[in-house]
């Protein structure tokens, strides 16, 4: 019965997650004077990824461009990989989220956004039950 009510918090603790991601996404893109930004008008290519601590099972991931999120749900052992994904010429910003339960309280999670093959952000989370994010601007 505890195990399932902490369940429940760490999954309600990852939808608020999300929605600060989006939330903030959202209200970073209101004005859209970025014609003279360099780089406004490139496409790159985003890969999400998680690892997780030996013993510890990542669930459930969140990632996106721009406000777009895919959600991958029923996922099971310690690493995670997204497709890779073109992002649209002028994206703004790719976010990421991820929930695991780790095999004891010293586990850990780490999640990360590769943008163009270089490494551009990481998260990391540690416990028993686990929740990291990770948001990139292009």
């Known amino acids: 019965m505890k195990k399932m009510k902490l369940k429940n918090v760490l999954k309600g603790s990852f939808v608020m997650v999300m929605a600060a991601l989006v939330f903030g996404f959202v209200t970073s893109c209101s004005n859209d004077d970025d014609d003279d930004i360099p780089g406004t008008n490139k496409t790159h290519k985003v890969v999400f990824k998680a690892e997780a601590s030996a013993g510890s099972n990542i669930e459930i991931a969140v990632y996106g461009i721009d406000g ?12 995670w990989s997204s497709p890779e994904i073109t992002t649209e010429a002028g994206a703004m910003s790719a976010n990421v989220a991820v929930n695991a339960v780790g095999a004891n309280a010293s586990s850990t999670l780490k999640v990360q956004i590769w943008v163009d093959g270089e490494l551009k952000k990481e998260g990391t989370s540690s416990g028993q039950y686990l929740s990291a994010s990770a948001s990139h601007t292009f």
């Open 68 to 79: 777009n999120p895919t959600t991958a749900t029923s996922l099971s052992g310690t690493t």
